[in-house]
């Protein structure tokens, strides 16, 4: 997938382009072409998912994600992989302990995990230490990649400046004459959340919106009541933040009660999980989120993931798989091409094997820069929106039996 | 600078939130002042209370304004449980040995509540959750209001409690001299046990109260008592009066304070504020150091 918008063209000189990107094209759908990774002996997979804490209600479908990932890998490679998981509590602290523990008793190739640019980050922080290949999907912040040297952290993820660019497409949606132009950006006292609000506020004055309000508030933070009201005041219409899930719903209950609606509401990652939906019903309609996946996305395996999440966990007649999940599988999808192009579970290989070849899974197709930024212009981040407790793909405008057209505008809290 | 009606909503706001805040701190600010013992599971307590208010509106729909009674009863006589069971064994043995065990306690607390409930977070979403109240410029959020009137009336019930029954006439004796009381005829280990719950009690309330308005997870604990020891502090230890000004001041300066410095010096003014009041006025607005109860 490659975003018009920018122009910016693939890396030209790709290794091993034709077999990996194929593998991702064709869904996997067939060991033969590439069935042989070379190496022999078990492909083990270290990897923490937040099953508790913060972000504990995303814990179990990352969880899933990986495994139906892995049981893909299975499938496809001549060699068993195996993944071992634990609970890092929402913790970066808890995080490190984990690995620790992973690797001290396993003899481990490649490491996952986990969610948020806070724990992915604290996983990076190991395997770069330890000389570990590192996939981390849910992060978004850039600016780890750009300073810290990383050379075996990869992020097959969209970051900052595709959200932003993904927002700026959303917005674009809405007929000129109907579209709104007042920008607030609430943002998180976080390296990640002053990324964020920077791309945010950047991309979209560029493009003629007006910023009137930038605000920080503390990660953690349960009162929004302050800055619901700077929202009203400034007369906000489309309103971005990259709030916790608690506090994004947190958030919107104060605002019906304060009786504010903006017209557009993106919340990334707070609205990426169920919880959200299970939390606020239908005052959660409309949310826009930017979680890397949403249902209705196709190609490059998304069909395989469908008829695999639906086989193994069920899906009630209209129920979509959790956004979570596609981020997930992505992430093994990545592991198995690389392990493909690698030809061998050896760490250098692993390496070059990551930086030189096309990947194709179901967020798009994209290769990584030398940092493990996905190289600029290459993923598209798909804005999903909530709607009749689903998350549907909006952006971009695509052809997927969950994609839907933008909702706009919010409907407000208190005539649902 | 900010408009004038933007102002007083962000002041109303505050005040809201500083009543919320005092009711939080008002069973720490009750031990604290009677027995002498910073009890470092108030903020878990608070969290059980919460839970207890939770849980009985997801399973009958009862209202937490009635949960809170609930909530109060069962963290009375928990609290009345661990006071004879716990404290009593370690209260003469200096002030080291309660905050080790209340620590303990908290810390078990926290992790009992992760595995029982888990860690997502939950609140209880009642009627109300949406519906506000326009005066004139500005827009009286109704969950706040209805807390806030609810945490000024516990307040003064605990301020009458105290002032006006034996049991809190002896209370507040043996607050100013426990041998004195004591040699008065006074049980005062007996008081002891009925403060600990009252406090626990209170801390229930206040938790029933705050799942209306926040999430709460099983980690809210410290946070709370955080707030709770910064307004106990900022009122004076023991204050009744102290703590609902403690805590109004503390939620209209955050307030005010994140309007004009923006959001993430919230937690920095509440612990200057905290820092400057230990440092200029260690007693508090309203201490007198005794801790009398009123």
Excluded at chain 1, 143 to 171: I, M
Excluded at chain 2, 238 to 248: D, E, F, H, R
Excluded at chain 2, 283 to 294: A, I, P, R, S, W
Aim: aromatic content about 10%.
């Amino acid at each position: 997938m490659v975003d018009s918008a920018t122009g910016n063209s693939r890396r030209q000189y790709l290794k091993t382009v034709g077999a990996a990107g194929a593998a991702g094209m064709t869904g996997l759908a067939g060991c033969t072409a590439f069935g042989g990774s070379g190496g022999s002996g078990t492909l083990t997979i270290g990897a923490t998912v937040p099953e508790t804490g913060s972000f504990s209600s995303l814990g179990q479908d990352v969880r899933r994600g990986y495994e139906l990932g892995v049981a893909r890998m299975n499938d496809q490679l001549d060699q068993e992989v195996e993944i071992v998981i634990q609970d890092d509590e929402s913790s970066a602290d808890q995080v490190r302990q984990s690995l620790q523990q992973i690797t001290s008793n396993n003899d481990v190739d490649m490491i996952w995990g986990s969610f948020s640019s806070l724990l992915v980050t604290a996983g990076s922080a190991f395997a770069e230490n330890q000389g570990i290949p590192f996939l981390g999907a849910f992060f978004a912040f850039e600016g780890p990649h750009r300073n810290e040297g990383y050379e075996w952290t990869y992020s097959p993820f969209p970051k900052s400046r595709d959200v932003a660019r993904s927002t700026q497409g959303l917005l674009e949606l809405i007929p000129e004459d109907e579209r709104p132009s007042r920008v607030g950006i609430w943002e998180p006292n976080s390296g990640w959340g002053a990324e964020q609000a920077d791309a945010w506020e950047s991309t979209l004055s560029d493009a003629g919106y007006d910023v009137v309000l930038r605000e920080t508030f503390s990660l953690g933070s349960e009162d929004f009541s302050t800055l619901i009201s700077q929202s009203q005041s400034q007369e906000v219409e489309i309103l971005l933040s990259n709030p916790t899930p608690p506090g994004g719903i947190t958030s919107i209950n104060q605002m019906q009660a304060n009786d504010y609606t903006p017209e557009v509401l993106k919340y990334v990652r707070a609205a990426d999980p169920t919880a959200w939906w299970s939390a606020l019903g239908q005052k959660g309609a409309y949310a826009c989120m930017c979680p890397g996946w949403v249902p209705g996305m196709t190609g490059n395996g998304n069909t395989d993931l469908q008829s695999a999440y639906e086989s193994e966990y069920g899906l009630d007649q209209g129920q979509l798989i959790p956004t979570a999940v596609g981020g997930a599988y992505n992430v093994a999808q990545v592991a198995l091409q690389a392990t493909q192009a690698a030809e061998s579970t050896d760490p250098g290989a692993y390496q070059s094997a990551l930086r030189e070849t096309e990947f194709g899974t179901v967020i798009g197709d994209f290769t990584f820069e030398s940092n493990g930024l996905p190289t600029e212009g290459e993923l598209t981040a798909p804005t999903g929106q909530w709607w009749d407790g689903g998350q549907h793909t909006v952006y971009p405008d695509v052809d997927g039996d969950a994609a839907m057209d933008f909702e706009y505008p919010m409907t407000p809290w208190g005539e649902r | 600078m900010p408009p004038t009606e933007l102002v007083l909503q962000i002041l109303v706001n505050g005040l809201l939130l500083g009543g919320i805040y005092a009711v939080a701190a008002l069973g720490l600010s009750l031990v604290f002042g009677i027995m002498d013992i910073v009890n470092l599971a108030h903020g878990h307590m608070l969290m059980l209370g919460a839970y207890v208010a939770i849980l009985l509106f997801a399973a009958a729909g009862i209202t937490p304004l009635i949960g809170m009674f609930v909530a109060m009863a069962l963290l009375f006589v928990l609290g009345m449980a661990i006071q004879v069971l716990v404290l009593d064994r370690v209260v003469d043995e200096g002030i080291e040995q309660p905050i080790i065990v209340l620590f303990g306690l908290a810390l078990v607390l926290q992790s009992l509540g992760r595995i029982v409930l888990g860690s997502d977070a939950r609140s209880a979403e009642v009627g109300i959750s949406g519906q506000s109240l326009e005066i004139g410029p500005v827009l009286f959020s109704f969950p706040r209001t209805v807390t806030f009137v609810v945490s000024v009336a516990l307040i003064l019930a605990t301020w009458a409690f105290l002032r006006y029954t034996t049991t809190g006439r002896a209370i507040r004796a043996t607050a100013q001299n426990r041998d004195a009381a004591r040699y008065m005829g006074i049980d005062t280990d007996r008081i002891y046990v009925i403060t600990l719950g009252i406090g626990t009690a209170l801390a229930g309330a206040a938790g029933a109260l705050l799942s209306m308005l926040f999430p709460i997870t099983p980690f809210v604990g410290w946070s709370y008592l955080l707030k709770a020891f910064a307004v106990v502090v900022l009122g004076g230890v023991g204050s009744i009066a102290g703590t609902l000004v403690g805590g109004l001041v503390l939620g209209v300066s955050e307030n005010l304070g994140t309007l004009y410095l923006g959001g993430g010096f919230r937690d920095i003014i509440s612990f200057t504020i905290f820092l400057l009041v230990l440092v200029v006025r260690p007693q508090g607005l309203f201490g007198t150091g005794g801790g009398d109860g009123e």
